[in-house]
C-alpha cells in the first residue's frame, strides 16, 4: 500500500487574464460545468460579477445511455455541445482532430424539442396554447396558432410567447 497524498485539487489551471488559480468547478442550472477565476464571484443581489470575470465552460462529458444504436448495436452515448443542442451518437464513433474525419459508425440522432397541447387560452388570442420543452431542457408556453416557417424564416400568427422558469 502506497502513501498516497492526494489533495484532490480541483484543477492546478490558473487565470489567463490574472494568473490566480482558477476556483473549483460549477455546475449551472442547465447542467453545464464550469469554472470561475478564485478572485472574482458573482453577487446575486447586483446581479454581477465582482473581481475577475473569467470564465472558462467545460465540455460536458458525454453521458453513456441505455440504448443500443440501430446501425450497429453499440451503447449510445448523450452529447451535449458547447451551443445547448443535445445529441445521441454512436460510441464506437471517434473524431481525428488530426485527419479531421471520423471514424467508427456514424449514427447521429439530433434531439428535438417536443411539443404537448395545453388547456390552457391564450391571453392575447383565446386560442390554446402549447407548452414547447426544448432540446436543452427549457420550456415554454406559446399560442397554437403561431407557426415557424423555416423556408422564410419567419414567425406567423399570434406571438404569445411565455417562458417558464
Ligand atoms: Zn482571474
Ligand atoms: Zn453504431
Ligand atoms: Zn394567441
Known amino acids: 500500500m502506497q502513501d498516497q497524498v492526494s489533495q484532490v485539487a480541483s484543477t492546478n489551471e490558473v487565470c489567463p487574464r490574472c494568473g490566480n488559480p482558477l476556483g473549483e468547478i460549477t455546475t449551472t442550472k442547465s447542467g453545464k460545468q464550469m469554472q470561475r477565476c478564485s478572485t472574482g464571484s458573482w453577487n446575486p443581489e447586483t446581479k454581477k460579477v465582482e473581481g475577475c470575470p473569467f470564465v472558462k465552460w467545460l465540455e460536458t462529458p458525454p453521458q453513456q445511455l441505455d440504448e443500443k444504436c440501430p446501425k450497429c448495436g453499440s ?84 406571438p404569445y410567447v411565455q417562458w417558464i422558469n
Open 75 to 158: 451503447p449510445l452515448l448523450l452529447v451535449t455541445t458547447r451551443f445547448d443542442k443535445r445529441l445521441k451518437r454512436c460510441s464506437t464513433n471517434k473524431w481525428d482532430p488530426e485527419t479531421r474525419t471520423s471514424s467508427g459508425c456514424d449514427f447521429v440522432e439530433w434531439l428535438k424539442g417536443t411539443s404537448e397541447n395545453l388547456d390552457e387560452d391564450c391571453p392575447t388570442c383565446g386560442n390554446k396554447l402549447i407548452l414547447y420543452t426544448a432540446a436543452s431542457g427549457k420550456k415554454l408556453k406559446k399560442c397554437s396558432t403561431n407557426k415557424w416557417d423555416p423556408a422564410t424564416r419567419e414567425a406567423s400568427g399570434c
